[in-house]
Structure formats: structure tokens, C-alpha cells
């Protein structure tokens, strides 16, 4: 088992930018796909972003193209770069790795 710990989370305008990380407590991101989740109150958990080994991209309808999922194995961590942010990307933003979930960090657009 591994812990994955968010941070970076915060308020912002529309059309802001954040850029969220993801700690993993050990080296895991040679050996599995990384992935961003979110949810909102009264939604499912959808998936975000997903990197996966070889270093292949997946993101979410809702996203593409504004939101960028990259890693740093050296570092264990894997961020998601999220621009152009909307009211409806307020979520709270959860790093996963199979079984492995983190805590989440809460992202709130509001003007």
C-alpha cells in the first residue's frame, strides 16, 4: 500500500489557473497509471486525468484541453496543471493509483 497526499488546492476566479500535486510515499509511478479524479457534492466521482506508464495521456470530455496531467518519477509525484478553470470544475480532486486513493484536495471557482 501506498500513500498519495494532494495539496495545492485553493480558491480561484474563472478563468484562473492551479496546479494540483500528488505525493506518493514511495516510488510507484514506473510500475502504475496515475490518475485524477473529482467530485461534487450530489455527483459521482468522475474520472479527470490519467497518465500511464509509458507516459500516454487520458483526460475527461470536461477537461480536454485545458487541464494537463504530467509526472516526475524522480520526485513521486504526479500534478495536474488545470487552466481556464470554471464554475463547474469546483470539485474535490482526488489522486488515485489502483486501491490506492488519496485524501483529496477541494477546488473552488467562484467570482
Known amino acids: 500500500q501506498v500513500q498519495l497526499v494532494e495539496s495545492g488546492g485553493g480558491l480561484v476566479q474563472p478563468g484562473g489557473s492551479l496546479r494540483l500535486s500528488c505525493a506518493a510515499s514511495?516510488?510507484?509511478?514506473?510500475?502504475?497509471?496515475m490518475k485524477w479524479h473529482r467530485q461534487a457534492p450530489g455527483n459521482q466521482r468522475e474520472l479527470v486525468a490519467s497518465?500511464?506508464?509509458?507516459?500516454?495521456?487520458i483526460y475527461g470530455d470536461s477537461v480536454k484541453g485545458r487541464f494537463t496531467i504530467s509526472r516526475d518519477n524522480a520526485k513521486n509525484t504526479v500534478y495536474l496543471q488545470m487552466n481556464s478553470l470554471k464554475l463547474e470544475d469546483t470539485a474535490v480532486y482526488y489522486c488515485?493509483?489502483?486501491?490506492?486513493w488519496g485524501q483529496g484536495t477541494q477546488v473552488t471557482v467562484s467570482s
Open positions: 488515485n493509483s489502483g486501491e490506492n
Open positions: 514511495r516510488s510507484i509511478f514506473s510500475f502504475n497509471t
Open positions: 497518465i500511464a506508464t509509458g507516459g500516454r495521456t
